[in-house]
């Protein structure tokens, strides 16, 4: 297939004088599709579904399940969780386009299969395979919902005296945000109850990081893996639910892997915590290794016997086809194959039809979104317009919900720029058309040396097909792959599970707070080696989340409830202590890192830098970056005109300001609720007073309490040598310290990029170091 390029601006004037025609890299494409705008084309299918809907049959089922409901309903708490109150949720009848739709989906064939296994009392565990857009996500917990099995019932724990509610709710998890919040609202319309401002009641709800939908008589409860993480912490049993289906179990997130943990040992003992009322799992994927899954849940070292109770059902099939191409030869330069692609498939390919491109990163999608956008002003005028929308995991939700969205205005493609987020479980909707770039950046650790690397490395098989599959979901798509075929027969089938390659310190405490005691024989599909799980627990231990006898302390507990990293968690609970009394401060630090790749756009023109560097001086602080970072957001959050055009002027990364934004408003809440804050905090915007130089020590100090093993001296050659294993680490380009010499400092992070790097370092002195790693709590 020859190479498509970006049309150089001589060429442009042809378009006008030949519309019929444009040249590009060398190859003439003909416009025909695109001639009579008013005619020949339709604005990307509106995913917009009318309110008043026409009654199905299948209302019928659903109105007696609803008043069967009313007798035991539930009303939402502060928590999120359902309450036991009657009032049954308003109906609105089903949309017989969308019931149409349902029954021509794969896996409708299958709906008594899949009830009949579960209701089978000695299925526990059923593995459901189904290739992508089958059906699984929005269908299974819809023929579930009903079951008799799924009511909620009243029983006594074991030594208990109480009787409890059990059961009632499913819960179906998902690996990001994006998918169970899209999802929760498809199956919200599906079941004729959609989400929605002012909807109080309905059958379907959703609990993610920042955002808990969860109406009265919510039967469906889409969660991240992380949120039901959370949730086992506050019910260890999980009472509220009669069935938890894990999603997209290939995936093998490290939060996927505990929580797999976490439901085998509540089968495995014997529902006494649950009244002996019985949980059921539902595990699927299309994409998962059958054989490893079976083998965890049926060889339960030291209980009994699972291999009766498992299941598998595999649906065959998809609703459309997906036309696969793959490159004659490998590319040269990705970014630049991705740009010439999308802008093939958009001057080749007929509306409708939308375009999802996967890229490696946030940097990757914004300098390709400004691209495509310049490139979008220069287009003839019979050319469809082009609605760019990025998505990736640090965006916010608001600007993830763009990508959802039809492109809104006629004769216009939207083109969607997405990380690895959008690989699975989404439909976009309006895609037709999938590039494939064949790769994604990948964290690994390397826990010797405590340092992580994020590189962009190749995907697995595995990965290429569920990319393939956001193709074809509402009808016959395309899936450009920007490699070679032998390249694709190249890839691993699957990507190394998380567990395997990152910091297990957030695991082994969800663990320890979940009352695990002995980490190493906790039910793992995969265990990380001894040593890692060693360095975590002394880890927790010098951040006082463990005592000397291992058990998890009140601090530990309050960390592991936090939704940030554990060390930035021990900050939190120092900075509420007397001594250091920064809590705020602390938030609006920790705000800014963990908002995305990072605040500051990075420059690539050293004229662009030199102009910028004199601006952002105002912001930039001697004593490193966080303070710098505090600095910045005392900045914006100050800021009484136009917070966008002060990130403008300082070339500040908008969408992350606004991201920062959120988690400081979310930690500020829980830090009230963990009483490490008293409220109530003054309104935006504050008066901007630059932090004067003692107390920036004092915030600096007080991070080492959860970064003191972060910490690097000068050697006499002038390079930083860490303090813990000696390894020669270089001030990163990006840190406001770079190129200086200190006596010694703090890094939060340590990365391996083509060298040794420390990341957002700040300034302290060595005798610090000492301070911080003597402390205990
Ligand atoms: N948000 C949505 N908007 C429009 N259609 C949707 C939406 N979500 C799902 N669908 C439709 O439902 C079909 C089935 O989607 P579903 O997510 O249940 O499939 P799946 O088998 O879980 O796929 P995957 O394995 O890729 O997650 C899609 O192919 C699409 O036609």
Known sequence: MPSAGVEPPAKRRKWQKDANMVTIGGKAFSLEGYLDPTSRSEPTKATTLPETLATTADDKTKCSALSAEKKSDSRPRKDGRTGDRTRAPKIVAEDAALLKSRQELPIWHHRSEIQAALRNPDCNVLVLVGETGSGKSTQVPQFLYQESWCRRRKAKPSGSQDEVAVGGTIAITQPRRVAATTLAQRVSREVGTPLGKGKPDGL????????????????????????????????????????????????????????????????????????????????????????????????????????????????????????????????????????????????????????????????????????????????????????????????????????????????????????????????????????????????????????????????????????????????????????????????????????????????????????????????????????????????????????????????????????????????????????????????????????????????????????????????????????????????????????????????MNMRNMRQALNIRRQLRGMCLKEKLLTGPLPADPQPFTPIDPVRADIIVKCFMRGFGLKTAMLAPDGSYVTVQGKHVVAIHPASVLHGQKKEAIMFLEHVFTNKNYAKRVSAIRANWIVEALESRY
């Open 204 to 651: 379907v709800g959703y609990s993610v990081r920042f955002d808990h939908v969860v109406p009265r008589g919510t039967k469906i409860k889409f969660l991240t893996e992380g949120t039901l993480l959370q949730e086992l912490l506050r019910d260890p049993q999980l009472r509220q639910y009669s069935a938890v289906i894990v999603d997209e179990i290939h995936e093998r997130s490290l939060d996927v892997d505990l929580l797999v943990g976490f439901l085998k040992q509540i089968l495995t003992d014997g529902f006494h915590g649950r009244g002996g009322i019985p949980l059921k799992v539902v595990i699927m994927s299309a994409t998962a290794d059958v054989d490893v899954i079976r083998k965890f849940f049926t060889n339960p070292p030291g209980s009994d016997n699972m291999s009766e109770r498992l299941q598998v059902v595999r649906i065959k099939g998809r609703q459309y086809p997906v036309e696969i191409m793959h490159e004659p030869r490998p590319v040269p330069d990705i970014q630049d194959a991705l740009m010439k692609r999308i802008l093939k498939i958009h001057l080749e390919e007929p509306l409708p039809g939308d375009i999802l491109a996967f890229f490696t990163g946030q940097e990757e999608i914004e300098s390709a979104q400004k691209l495509i956008e310049e490139h979008a002003q220069s287009l003839a005028s019979n050319v469809p317009k082009i609605k760019v929308c990025p998505l990736y995991g640090q965006l916010s939700m608001e600007g993830q919900r763009d990508a959802f969205m039809p492109a809104g205005a006629p004769f216009t493609r939207k083109i969607v720029l997405a990380t690895n987020i959008a690989e699975t479980s989404v439909t976009v909707p309006g895609v037709r058309y999938v590039v494939d770039c064949g790769k994604a950046k990948v964290k690994k650790y390397r826990p010797r040396l405590g340092m992580e690397s994020l590189l962009a490395t190749v995907i697995s098989k595995s990965s290429a097909l569920q990319r393939s599959g956001r193709a074809g979901r509402e009808g016959p798509g395309k899936c450009f792959r920007l490699y070679s075929e032998s390249t694709f027969e190249s890839f691993q089938d699957s990507d190394l599970p998380e567990i395997l390659r990152s910091d297990v310190l957030s695991a082994v405490l969800t663990m320890k707070a979940r009352g695990v005691g002995d980490v190493l024989s906790f039910p793992l599909m995969d265990t990380p080696d001894s040593d890692s799980i060693e360095r975590a627990l002394l880890q927790l231990h010098y951040l006082g989340a463990l005592s000397g006898d291992g058990a998890i302390t009140l601090a530990g507990e309050t960390m592991a409830k936090l939704p940030i990293p554990a060390p930035y968690g021990a900050v939190l609970l120092a900075a509420a202590r007397p001594e250091f009394d920064c809590v705020v401060e602390a938030i609006d630090i920790i705000s800014c890192i963990t908002s995305g790749e990072d605040i500051f756009l990075q420059l690539q023109s050293e004229e662009a830098q030199e102009e910028v560097g004199a601006l952002r001086k105002e912001i930039q602080r001697r004593e490193g970056d966080i303070i710098t970072y505090l600095t910045s957001m005392q900045r914006y959050t100050g800021e009484n005109a136009d917070r966008n055009e002060w990130c403008k002027r300082l070339r």
